[in-house]
């Protein structure tokens, strides 16, 4: 099994950027894919970005394309979501998760490997 643990979250204002980072123990992150949810009170978890087992492969929701960046460093055994020209409604819980197999996945439920959650807020 592998273990996640977010970093990076924090408050930011509306406009700058921050860096998510994924740090990943117990296994190599070549073997999963992986990806970065948020989550809002009384709403689902939804995916921000995703990337295959060899990072080479990348997938983003319509909020997070062209301001967000989904990265893999195989070799630091890290994901990282670079978070760029941020908005008030990116304020949510990030969380990084990989699923077994190296294929990527947009939905929650294939994914079984979750770390603990980072906020971030964004002021406007």
């Known amino acids: 099994q592998v273990q996640l643990v977010e970093s990076g979250g924090g408050l930011a204002q509306t406009g700058a950027s921050l860096r998510l980072s994924c740090a990943a123990s117990g296994r190599t992150v070549s073997i999963y894919a992986m990806g970065w949810f948020r989550q809002v009170p009384g709403k689902d978890r939804e995916l921000v970005a995703a990337?295959?087992?060899?990072?080479?492969?990348?997938q983003y929701s319509d909020s997070a394309k062209g301001r967000f960046t989904i990265s893999k460093d195989n070799a630091k055994n890290t994901v990282y979501l670079q978070m760029n020209s941020l908005k008030p409604e990116d304020t949510a819980v990030y969380y990084c998760?990989?699923?077994?197999?190296?294929?990527?996945?947009?939905?929650?439920?294939?994914?079984?490997?979750w770390g603990q959650g980072t906020q971030v807020t964004v002021s406007s």
């Open positions: 998760a990989a699923r077994d197999g190296t294929l990527l996945k947009t939905s929650a439920n294939f994914y079984a490997y």
């Open positions: 990337t295959s087992g060899s990072g080479g492969i990348t």
